[in-house]
């Protein structure tokens, strides 16, 4: 974790993304706490192993991250989930919108999330994913994207047919909103596989990010 943190700590970045993956390091939160560094948790992060288990079969959330999936479709949590949003549970966390397969994964299901007012981290990778097998309308897209209860955004790029977390490009979907929503002050997470990257691409993609010339 410390190494992974060191080698994106000096981009310059404003803070980091805590992710499930890395092998923990002794005193790790303690360390960048006193360093001011700013931080997001995600999903199955623990500072103690390489991740945690984020539900339970019956749908009970086991992590407190800022941000968490939903479960897949095919996890015994999925019913219990479905149900309990619908009784008007999970108000109080963060959930990313995902891609076919998950909940949250389509139009409609982010449809009903948003009329049920929802707190989202909009992945537009994700949401790409869902373009490409045509389950994300456009009028979803756009109301998504006024939509007042997101917060956080995640960003990268993929070719339609997985979640590939590949480098940004100039026209990679949703980056120009992602750049809209940076400038509002939401916390705007790049999630492309930077350690594939030498130093100089990496702060290339910090600068499409930000809209550096």
Do not use: K
Not at 76 to 98: C, I, K, N, Q, Y
Not at 134 to 145: A, C, G, I, M, N
Not at 191 to 201: A, F
């Amino acid at each position: 974790m410390q190494t992974a943190a060191e080698e994106l700590l000096a981009l310059g970045v404003d803070g980091l993304q805590l992710t499930p993956g890395n092998a923990p390091t002794e005193g790790f939160l303690e360390g960048l706490s006193r360093r001011g560094v700013p931080v997001r948790t995600h999903h199955g992060f623990d500072a103690r192993a390489l991740r945690a288990q984020v539900w339970s079969p019956l749908a009970e959330c086991l992590v407190s991250s800022d941000s968490v999936h939903p479960p897949r479709d095919v996890d015994a949590a999925s019913p219990h989930w479905h149900a309990r949003v619908d009784s008007g549970d999970f108000h109080d966390m963060t959930l990313e919108t995902m891609y076919p397969g998950y909940a949250l994964g389509t139009g409609e299901a982010l449809q009903r999330a948003m009329d049920l007012g929802l707190r989202l981290a909009v992945d537009v990778s994700h949401l790409h994913l869902q373009r490409a097998a045509e389950r994300l309308p456009d009028s979803v897209w756009r109301r998504l994207q006024d939509y007042p209860h997101i917060d956080e955004v995640h960003v990268s790029a993929n070719l339609g047919d997985r979640d590939a977390h590949l480098p940004l490009t100039p026209d990679t979907f949703g980056l120009a909103w992602a750049r809209e929503r940076l400038g509002a002050g939401v916390p705007v997470i790049l999630e492309c596989y930077l350690h594939r990257l030498s130093h100089d691409e990496r702060r290339t993609q910090l600068d499409l990010l930000r809209g550096s010339p």
